[in-house]
Each structure stands twice: as C-alpha cells, then as structure tokens.
C-alpha cells in the first residue's frame, strides 16, 4: 500500500527557512511523480512545486529535491512570508511530472499525505 508522510514544518519569523521532507513507500516513489502543495484558509489550493516546476509566488525562494535512496523528496523553503503560511501537503500522481494536477484533473492524484503546517509571522 502506498503511503507519504510530511514532516519539517513549524512557526517561523519572515526571512527564516525550513526544509519540508515528504517520506513515500519505494513503490510509490518509484511509480509516480511526487509533488508539493499548500492550502491556506479561505484560499484555493496550490501546487507549490514538483520535479522543475516551481510556482511564480516561490520561484528563487523554494527548490524541491529528491533522495531516490530515501524515496523521500523535500522542498526547501527559504526567505519565508508571512503570506506562505499554510498547511503543506505532498501528493503523488500520475501523468507528466512538471505539469502537476490541479482541480481541473482530479483524477490524476494517487495519494495524499496528511499534510505539515507552516506558519511565518511578521
């Protein structure tokens, strides 16, 4: 059964960093493409980042990365705002990797992770 597992979010001042890390089982890893999205209250979700892509609200201060040895992809996320507060979520799915899904085709996600809040303050 496949499964992912967020961890590494926390509260933090504006400028500071965190490194989210998304565990996934190998079979997972390996048989789809894995990605990272947020949704903050009153807010539509948002795919934040997946194999090189990198939204236009995070592009220069987040990359994400893979460790196929770990089957684990992280999203480091740098010079933080307080508008990037939100729960952060990785989810795996299916089609082209760079193109993740959004609303439009649902049926491409596979799994959900339980998600890691972020909270940046001023």
Avoid: H
Wanted: proline share 3%; net charge neutral.
């Amino acid at each position: 059964v496949g499964q992912l597992a967020e961890s590494g979010g926390g509260s933090v001042q504006a400028g500071g960093s965190l490194r989210l890390a998304c565990a996934a089982s190998e079979f997972t890893y390996k048989t789809t493409c894995i990605g990272w999205y947020r949704q903050a209250p009153g807010k539509e979700r948002e795919a934040v980042a997946a194999s090189t892509y990198v939204a236009d609200s995070v592009k220069g201060r987040f990359t994400i990365a893979q460790d196929d040895a770990k089957s684990t992809v992280y999203l480091q996320m740098n010079n933080l705002k307080p508008e990037d507060t939100a729960m952060y979520l990785c989810a795996a799915f299916s089609g082209v990797c760079i193109q993740p899904p959004s609303r439009t085709d649902e049926f491409r996600f596979r799994l959900w992770g339980q998600g890691t809040q972020v909270t940046v303050s001023s």
